[in-house]
């Protein structure tokens, strides 16, 4: 390995290594410059990207959508929307933000783009079943676009029987993009696990693996493992509706909470395909910033695999109010509760790398950091939910609204964020702008906070959830948390507005600009070649070994940091 | 949640809510113990080692066993306490006293009744204090969830069977009861009072509250309008709520979602309860449940009466 060739002159050292500095034009993005390249390409890179945008618009439709409900609860009655507008409304936000946004988020953008790279790999296990995931995923957007135009889907993104089964047909477009959406994430899934247990570089042992990597390889099973599960339940309600079969509607014969039961069996689990990925990131992140090696590497590696499992023993903590057996409610809490310390253990790995480290305050960091503070206070309420007899107070009311904002949005979301600052200099091979970078992710983090901590005093108060209207005094509560997430918004939009700006205006990115350790960023160009890299790698330390990488500590610090440490055999 | 209470709770009224809210309290308490503790370490760690040049050489730490032991052992001893309490007042919650006063509470779009032993309905919560009083609920059409904040007491309210809760109201006030469990369009509005009454005054409010033998079919109408929940979605003002208003309804014509149109009589009105799908009255949605064919005839004839009577 020729790591150790420095001069004082880092620039120098930075000519020497790039090895773009031979093709300077030559990389993903440019090599093939079509619509159909990109309609067609089996490239993991371009995949991702095309998850991306696809997700960054779900997510600005169910964004808004959300805008709509807040502003509609700007005061007790009718403010912009009847009754049954809202109700559909919110329905929407839940179903694009749930099954279009969050569960394809972090593995089909950032686990395409980054996972083979991680690994050393070239590509996917199977690039062309990457590809019909997409097109998969895409249809079944297509259906829920088509619910939305046919209207009246009102039933809650949990679609609870049998209110679901007597409501309009459009239901059934929703269900049936559900359904499909799901072999996207079951496609998904299966060529991830495969591509780590294939398709690993020479030298990449298991304990060498990045943490994102372990962190979708857990992913990854509960997709295989669950997702089937809301397809047959989803098959199950079509039945019933048209074929008349009594399986969840008591006027048929049925039984609506076995409707429960089956749709937490996959929801539950789903909460671990929405964490799980997030988690990865923080490790990724939090290590990155601190130029630490991560504290309790094969606790957080082999604990979200544990919980991967475990994720499928839970879902009953749904239920505590349903009508369910008292005894399976006790056995649930129980079981919830061991769960849930495997979780917490790993926000004290993540805060105490930071211990004797050296600790970088750039955006993504912000966004880590952000994500401890958010997440501890979602762990630490699901805490307060799992305790049986106040769980029959808080259930179903804005305390459970607030409580699962701060795991998905304070969780997923922020570490999506920081995820995709993070990797954006290698995706684009350009930087964004670090000053409005920072004032986006304190608006968002402060505009999160106003959104939904009044929440939580709203729902223990009594304020129940899926009200379109409520009582006045409930009024000033509900008017604080709308202004808060139009900070909130004011915040997300910044960053859409300044990555569009990096992307055609941005500083040209180094290879490594944050002095990372793991592949992506040492053997690979920014942006990187269309087969990721020239030579396999061979890896002959950890993902975090940062001292052992000398030309790691050679950056400027301001951006475009460390150089690229050439692969075995190439010509520098 | 009125003027007591705490920020987090509204005050509690029933005999086990200051058992629940000491749980909630020990809970928010060690969470608030530990949310500070964690984020002051950091910000400590954030502030004492920042980046100070992009050459910072940070040493290599090495993981503490004792740190790691003690973070999974502190913790699982937390939640096993915190689960034994929940699980002890869980049970206190499910089981009622055997001596519990037994009301019959049905639920429906978009609003409750409550039927009393001695035959007594109403769409208000009558309740003895200092009394253990069990709700035995189910549903006529879908899902709903009976919610007491000041009791701290919710269940499922199910089409398919029966569920119930159980409480002692310890003081004679009005409270607030919810649905929590989304059921359609009004699900917001399907709220209505729980009265705890002192024993003697819910005795004679439990007397008084039967409908007369002497009454005309009207005025039986009348407290039917309200035992029934007509109310939710039938206004007497003219107000256009989820189903038409009575105001000025009988003898006039209405307009059908077919196009034809009808006029309403004491057979269309008849009609319309037993089997409110047959016909659908223009601009509005097929939503009435069908739950009011037990109706007996003398209560037919006593609801159509009081909508004949309803003219502006």
New interface residues.
């Given amino acids: 390995m020729a790591t150790v060739m420095h001069t004082d002159a880092p620039a120098e050292a930075a000519a020497h290594h790039h090895p773009e500095h031979h093709h300077p034009e030559h990389h993903y993005l440019n090599h093939e410059k079509t619509i159909w390249s990109w309609l067609s390409t089996v490239d993991h890179k371009r995949i991702g990207i095309m998850y991306a945008i696809s997700v960054a618009i779900f997510f600005l439709i169910a964004g808004v959508l959300a805008l709509l409900v807040r502003m509609e609860l700007l005061g007790p009655g009718e403010t912009i929307m009847g009754?049954?507008a809202y109700?559909q409304v919110f329905t929407l936000h839940a179903v694009m933000m749930v099954f279009l946004f969050i569960i394809p988020a972090v593995p089909g953008f950032l686990g395409n783009f980054a996972l083979p790279i991680q690994i050393g790999a070239k590509d996917v296990a199977f690039p062309r079943l990457n590809l019909a995931s997409w097109y998969i995923f895409m249809a079944g957007a297509a259906l829920a676009v088509i619910a939305i135009g046919v209207g009246q889907v009102?039933?809650?993104w949990t679609f609870?029987t049998?209110?679901s089964s007597?409501g309009s047909n459009s239901v059934f477009f929703v269900t049936l993009a559900v359904f499909v959406a799901g072999f996207a994430s079951i496609f998904t899934g299966i060529n991830f696990i495969v591509t780590i247990h294939k398709m690993r570089a020479p030298g990449m042992t298991w304990n060498r693996l990045p943490l994102f990597v372990w962190a979708l390889y857990a992913t990854s099973i509960v997709q295989v493992l669950a997702t089937p599960v809301i397809g047959i339940t989803m098959v199950l309600l079509f039945l019933e509706k048209f074929l008349g079969i009594g399986i969840f509607d008591?006027?048929l014969g049925g039984?609506?909470?076995l409707f429960q039961h089956f749709f937490w069996f996959y929801s539950h689990p789903a909460v671990y395909i929405m964490i799980l990925p997030a988690f990865g990131i923080i490790s990724e992140l939090v290590t990155v910033f601190?130029?630490?090696?991560i504290?309790?590497y094969t606790?957080i590696a082999l604990s979200s695999v544990a919980i991967a499992f475990l994720g499928f023993l839970v879902w009953g903590h749904h239920m505590f109010?349903?009508?369910q057996s008292?005894v399976s409610?006790?056995i649930f809490?129980?079981i919830t509760?061991l769960i849930?310390?495997p979780t917490?253990?790993k926000?004290?790995n993540w805060?105490?790398t930071?211990?004797?480290?050296?600790?970088?305050?750039q955006t993504p960091m912000l966004y880590a950091?952000s994500f401890?503070?958010l997440f501890?206070?979602g762990g630490?309420?699901g805490?307060?939910v799992?305790?049986?007899?106040?769980?029959?107070?808080l259930?179903?009311?804005y305390f459970i609204v607030a409580h699962f904002h701060y795991v998905m949005m304070g969780g997923t979301v922020i570490a999506l964020l920081g995820g995709f600052h993070y990797w954006w200099p290698k995706i684009t091979g350009k930087m964004y702008n670090e000053t409005l970078g920072k004032i986006a992710a304190i608006l968002i983090f402060i505009g999160f906070n106003i959104t939904f901590f009044t929440q939580f005093?709203l729902g223990?108060?009594?304020m129940?959830?899926?009200?379109?209207?409520?009582?006045p005094?409930f009024t000033a509560l509900h008017q604080i948390s709308t202004v808060g997430s139009w900070i909130l918004a004011l915040g997300l939009f910044m960053v859409l507005f300044y990555m569009i700006h990096s992307m055609f205006r941005g500083k040209k990115a180094p290879a490594n600009p944050w002095?990372a350790a793991t592949l992506e960023w040492t053997h690979c160009t920014s942006p990187p070649d269309p087969h990721n890299f020239h030579h396999t790698p061979i890896v002959t330390h950890g993902p975090y070994d940062?001292?052992a990488l000398e030309h790691l500590?050679?950056?400027?610090?301001?951006g475009d940091?460390a150089t690229v440490e050439a692969a075995p055999g190439q010509k520098h | 949640m009125g003027d007591k209470g705490t920020f987090w709770l509204p005050e509690g009224a029933s005999t086990l809510a200051g058992e629940v809210d000491a749980l909630f309290y020990f809970v928010y308490w060690i969470s608030v113990v530990i949310f500070v503790a964690v984020i002051a370490a950091m910000v400590y760690f954030m502030i004492r080692y920042r980046r100070r040049t992009p050459h910072d050489r940070p040493p290599v730490v090495h993981e503490s066993k004792v740190l790691e032991v003690t973070w999974i052992v502190v913790p699982t001893i937390l939640v096993l306490i915190v689960f034994t309490w929940g699980f002890k007042v869980f049970l206190k919650l499910g089981v009622a006293p055997p001596d519990a006063y037994e009301i019959q509470v049905v639920g429906q779009k978009w609003s409750w009744q409550f039927n009393y032993p001695n035959g007594v309905r109403s769409s208000e919560l009558h309740v003895p204090v200092d009394r253990p009083v069990r709700l035995q609920m189910s549903s006529v059409d879908v899902l709903h969830s009976f919610y007491i904040p000041a009791f701290r007491v919710k269940q499922d309210v199910l089409p398919n069977r029966y569920t119930s809760i159980w409480f002692e109201a310890t003081r004679a006030d009005t409270f607030q009861v919810y649905c929590t469990e989304y059921c359609g369009t009004q699900h917001s509005g399907m709220l209505t009072k729980v009265i705890a009454h002192e024993q003697s005054a819910f005795e004679t409010w439990l007397q008084e509250s039967g409908i007369p033998d002497d009454a005309s079919p009207a005025q039986r109408g009348a407290l039917l309008y309200t035992q029934l929940g007509c109310q939710a979605c039938h206004s007497l003002d003219g107000t256009r709520l989820t189903g038409p208003s009575f105001q000025g309804l009988y003898g006039s014509t209405h307009g059908l979602a077919d196009g034809s149109s009808v006029e309403v009589d004491d057979n269309y009105l008849r009609e319309s309860i037993l089997e409110p799908s047959a016909k659908i009255v223009e601009g509005y949605a097929n939503v009435m449940p069908a739950s009011y064919g037990g109706l007996t005839e003398d209560e037919l004839t006593a609801l159509i009466a009081f909508i004949e009577e309803q003219q502006p």
């Fill in positions: 009754p049954d109700n009102d039933t809650g609870y049998p209110y007597d008591p006027a039984d609506p909470i601190s130029r630490q090696n504290q309790g606790f109010v349903s009508g008292a409610s006790i809490s129980l509760y849930g310390i917490g253990i926000v004290l805060v105490s930071m211990y004797k480290g050296s600790v970088w305050l950091l401890l503070f501890t206070i630490l309420t805490v307060m799992g305790v049986l007899a106040v769980d029959v107070h259930h179903d009311t005093v223990s108060r009594g129940p959830r899926r009200y379109y209207d409520y009582l005094e002095g940062y001292h500590y050679e950056g400027d610090g301001v940091g």
